[in-house]
């Protein structure tokens, strides 16, 4: 069965395994011991440290491992914060930043901090100026991931950088998505990375602090880890993750020349096989395994269900595959469509012939998704359109409100407006977005008694 979401975990490198099975036998002491066993553990920690620390591009005792990428975030901001609480506590960040840091700029928030988004273009990148905008004197600390972990479009962390350095304010580079390709380029302060994401075990994360950055770690004072991650540490679990590190750079030129070409494949043939789908991200600064796209009246949830069935593993940014019932706040960001909403992730080793079938299956798939939908098809205008509709779509989610404003849009004649009530929030983001992929003008929201109403004019 073909995995396709290497983004959100990498089948476990064989290099991992072996190196985790080994470990098992010789790493198991405590590597702060002085004994024969623990001196043993401790070279293997410190031998693990040099790899990973040679990866990312730092020294090795600028480098701590972590129990998750996510750990490693919120001690790594928390850190740096608290390290210079007395320059202020405003926090910068993109819109798009993984949900560990959005969700620690929400506690920082509650605690009397304060943050500020960077918005984000329709290709998911920020623009320098626009961050460099976002410094303030108070800025304690700036925080931008060094690609997408939805859409794969990679950041300007270089740019970046620098205005950060011209400014006095640290960088933290959430690299959990793009450091098993490569080290990040440019004068970053702090860098997090998460092992699943490279083909190491769960479990793992790592924390880079460079010399001379203002950090206090938070909590309850520890003896390992320079006082960064508290608890004994995982050693064949370290031991893994910094060998499968070093294995799949060794890997990454090669693959990534081959992946690109396949994910080039599917962005081209999706967008001639599948009628009303929209490719997101950055065709070229992205990374090179990873593809999004959006198709129109689709509901996502089914749609990845159906995919499943034929034997293949996606994920999606969609609302309607949320627990929350809202939009990805990536997509959201964006401002693209997130209907029907698929993520397809290569692992290393993706086979040719597998994505050639995927291809192959998902035109039938989605078509039949919006056969049971009831999705529109090309009809004649009608001979005698009327002068305005409104569209009842209250209390129906994403992608009905959409769905049944492509009905009706031809009864009316050119100039004339449909509006469209809803109160599912994907509405907000996916009338806009439809309006703009057929061609038609998105005049706005206005207030109803329930939900919204969102006024789109018929321009062709």
Known sequence: MPYFDAASAAPLHPV????????????????????REGRRARLL?????????????????????????TTAV?????GALSGRRRVGRHLAL???????????????????????????????????????????????????QSANHEVGSEQPVAEVAA???????????????????????????LLTGSAHKWGGPAGVGLLAVRKGVRFAPQGPAGERESGRAPG????????????????????????????????????????????DV???????????????????????????????????SVSSGSSCTSSTLEPSHVLKAMGVLSEGNVRVSLPVGTAEADVDRFLEVLPGVVAEVRERLGAPVPTPPSPA?????????????????????????????????????????????????WCEMREQEYVGEEPADRGSAYVVRRLS
């Open 74 to 78: 919120h001690a790594g901001i928390a």
């Open 232 to 275: 004994f540490e995982n050693l064949p679990a370290i031991v893994a993750a910094a060998a499968s590190l070093r294995a799949v750079r060794d890997e990454a030129a090669g693959e990534a020349v081959r992946l690109r070409a396949l994910v080039d494949r599917i962005r081209s043939v999706v967008a001639e096989r599948v009628g």
């Open 45 to 69: 920690l410190d031998a693990a440290r040099e790899a990973a620390a040679d990866a990312v591009g730092c020294r090795p005792d600028e480098l701590v491992f972590t129990s998750s990428g």
């Open 16 to 35: 991992a395994r072996q190196a985790l099975l080994a470990a098992l036998d010789e790493g198991w002491a405590d590597p702060a011991r002085l004994y």
């Open 163 to 189: 205005l950060c350095a011209e400014a006095g304010v640290p960088l933290l580079v959430d690299a959990a998505q793009s450091l098993g390709w490569g080290p990040v380029a440019g004068g970053w302060s």
């Open 385 to 433: 359109p009327v002068a305005s509709l409104v569209v009842d779509a209250l209390g129906r989610r994403c992608p009905i409100p959409v769905i049944e404003l492509a009905k009706v849009i031809g009864e009316v004649p050119v100039g004339a407006t449909v509006t469209v009530l809803a109160d599912d929030e994907a509405a907000r983001l996916d009338i806009p977005a």
């Open 94 to 144: 993109s819109a798009v930043e993984h949900s560990s840091v959005l969700h620690t700029a929400a506690a920082h928030d509650a605690a009397g901090g304060s943050f500020t988004e960077v918005p984000v273009g329709r290709s998911g990148a920020v623009d320098p100026a626009a961050y460099a905008g976002a410094l303030r004197p108070d800025t304690a600390l700036a925080c931008l």
């Open 278 to 312: 929209e490719v997101v991200g950055d065709p070229k600064r992205r990374l090179p395994h990873l593809v999004t796209f959006s198709c129109l009246y689709v509901d996502g949830e089914t749609l990845l269900h159906e995919l499943d069935r034929h034997g293949f």
